[in-house]
């Protein structure tokens, strides 16, 4: 099916407004309007979801978010979904997508999660035939790269 994930990024931000007053988290959707990609609808829904809900949970308060479609060529789309929050030790980065896999055992324990977030997006990517990598910016904050197949 096709699916618009301009629209779907802001129906998540939406979703989650609450959260982001209560953090004092700016978030701001920069995909052009109807951008679109033939998928599946609640797969690319996760891959948004997680990366957001992972932002609000860890990066900390006061912070922003940001997601952009940085490139396109003539099968893909490049995306960006970053944050300026605290970002992960570089050791971790590689490591981010396995399954159960947390940062900081004593700070994520309190904050729930299984530590399956990671692994469902990366799976949801490669399913829409692109691929992730998390790499920490050089101003603070994690960012994620990644490619969806247009067709
Ligand atoms: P679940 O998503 O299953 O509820 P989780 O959020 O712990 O659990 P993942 O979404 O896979 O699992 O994330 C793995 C770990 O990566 C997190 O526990 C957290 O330590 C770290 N992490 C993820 N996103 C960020 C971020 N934006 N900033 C800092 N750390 C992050
Ligand atoms: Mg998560």
Redesign the pocket.
Same mark, same amino acid.
């Given at each position: 099916e096709q699916v618009n994930l301009t629209v779907m990024m802001q129906n998540i931000l939406n979703e989650v407004a609450l959260e982001l007053e209560e953090k004092q988290i700016t978030a701001s959707n920069f995909l052009p309007h109807g951008l679109t990609v033939s998928g599946n609808a609640s797969l690319l829904y996760s891959i948004f979801r997680?990366?957001t809900?992972?932002?609000i949970?860890?990066?900390g308060t006061g912070i922003s978010i940001t997601v952009r479609c940085f490139r396109e060529d003539e099968r893909f789309y490049y995306f960006s979904f970053s944050?300026t929050?605290?970002?992960?030790a570089p050791e971790?980065l590689s490591r981010?997508?396995e399954r159960f896999?947390?940062?900081?055992k004593g700070?994520?324990r309190k904050? /729930? /999660?299984?530590?399956?977030?990671?692994?469902?997006?990366k799976n949801a990517v490669i399913l829409h035939g692109g691929t992730i990598f998390a790499k920490n910016n050089p101003g603070g904050?994690?960012e994620f790269i990644f490619t969806l197949c247009k067709e």
């Open positions: 997680n990366l809900d992972n932002a949970a860890y990066a944050d929050g605290i970002g992960v971790h981010l997508f896999y947390r940062v900081d700070r994520s904050l /729930g /999660g299984t530590g399956l977030g990671l692994a469902i997006v904050g994690l």
